[in-house]
């Protein structure tokens, strides 16, 4: 069963900078994705929205919102995902999601559909204030 525990997060002024980490445990072998998801202020669990993901491959997408401004990376083990946040704006505010899912169809910062179940970790809070 894959776990994903977040960190980093907080409160930073707009056109700050945030990072975030994502440790991941009991991976499969290939053929995944690891992405980060938004559920913005008053939106529910289920209207998060895609913003970054890359694959066991290193293939990566960017939501349009994002380009240029996030960069997600990840450790050589690949079990440490990370999400630099640069100039930061008020829409970014949220809790990002860490994701997991034997993935298919990458594209706009997420995935298309999945084989099995997504793991998701607990979520973290970044807060923009202008």
């Known amino acids: 069963q894959v776990q994903l525990v977040q960190h980093g997060g907080g409160s930073v002024q707009a056109g700050g900078s945030v990072r975030l980490s994502c440790v991941a445990s009991?991976?499969?072998?290939?053929?995944?994705?690891l992405g980060w998801y938004l559920q913005a202020p008053g939106k529910e669990r289920d209207e998060r929205e895609g913003v970054v993901t890359i694959n066991s491959e290193g293939i990566t997408t960017y939501s349009d919102s994002v380009k240029g401004r996030f960069t997600i990376s990840e450790d050589n083990s690949k079990t440490t995902v990370f999400l630099q946040m640069e100039n930061l704006k008020s829409e970014d505010t949220g809790t990002y999601y860490c994701?997991?899912?034997?993935?298919?169809?990458?594209?706009?910062?997420?995935?298309?559909?999945?084989?099995?179940?997504?793991?998701w970790g607990e979520g973290t809070l970044v807060n923009i204030s202008s």
């Open positions: 009991g991976l499969p072998t290939s053929k995944y994705c």
């Open positions: 994701a997991e899912a034997q993935c298919f169809g990458m594209r706009g910062g997420t995935w298309s559909g999945y084989y099995g179940l997504q793991y």
